[in-house]
């Protein structure tokens, strides 16, 4: 998906949009494909992590496919606009990036195999952008609920960036924090209905995963 701006300079909290109390459009309950709560109430013992990886669309089909995944759901999240729209994110001036919420069962997806599926579906080097798709609201990121999902994160980034070097990329320059506390990425909003499971509800759509082909292992 391309922003109508391209934005390359994160936006400072006091000149971000002033956003709204609430969402500007109804949000669906049940994931398309998988028919479970999109918000939850999910099975005891769900863990959810917030991945930012480019456009949403491919992103959030990839993740749908996993073992383990009780569902997925496109949004924002990580800028300072509250509630903020697709329009909105796009002109970089919510500090949001396009983001899937992946609520799993963490005893069939371990943490590190999610983080692992992460790394290894885009190209984690690009800092504000994936491919054409340029702009802070296409950078890479990982928002994390647990601090096992934060030592996992880290654990295989340290492991992926060897192996990137290797191949010819640079350092990878991925947000890693955590959804809550000071320094926190702060709330996921869910994005409009029609971001919500795009590729199933419209096979042929356009949004490419840029992987980089190269393997992340897991960390020892």
Not at 54 to 71: D, Y
Not at 78 to 103: D, I, M, N, R, S
Not at 115 to 121: D, E, G, I, V
Not at 175 to 194: C, K, L, N, S, T
Request: glycine share 12%; proline share 8%; net charge negative.
């Amino acid at each position: 998906m391309f922003g109508s701006m391209l934005r390359t300079t994160m936006v400072t909290p006091e000149r971000a949009l002033k956003g709204r109390d609430g969402y500007a459009y109804a949000v669906p309950e049940r994931h398309a494909v998988l028919g479970t709560p999109l918000a939850g109430p999910w099975p005891q013992g769900t863990a959810v992590a917030h991945l930012a990886l480019g456009c949403f669309w491919g992103a959030e089909k990839e993740m749908w496919r996993l073992p383990g995944v009780v569902t997925t759901a496109a949004g924002y999240q990580g800028g300072f606009t509250p509630f903020p729209t697709y329009e909105e994110t796009c002109t970089g001036q919510t500090g949001h990036t396009e983001t899937v919420l992946v609520a799993y069962d963490p005893t069939v997806l371990s943490h590190a195999e999610l983080m692992r599926t992460f790394w290894t579906l885009h190209d984690p080097t690009q800092g504000f952008r994936q491919g054409n798709d340029v702009g802070t609201q296409y950078r890479s990121a990982i928002f994390t609920t647990t601090p096992e999902q934060l030592e996992a994160a880290l654990a295989t980034r340290d492991a992926f960036e060897p192996e990137l070097r290797r191949n010819g990329y640079g350092q990878i320059t991925t947000e890693i924090r955590p959804v809550d506390g000071e320094g926190g990425a702060g709330r996921f909003y869910y994005a409009e209905d029609y971001h919500q499971q795009y590729l199933h509800k419209v096979p042929n759509g356009y949004c490419p995963v840029h992987s980089t082909g190269v393997a992340c292992p897991l960390p020892s």
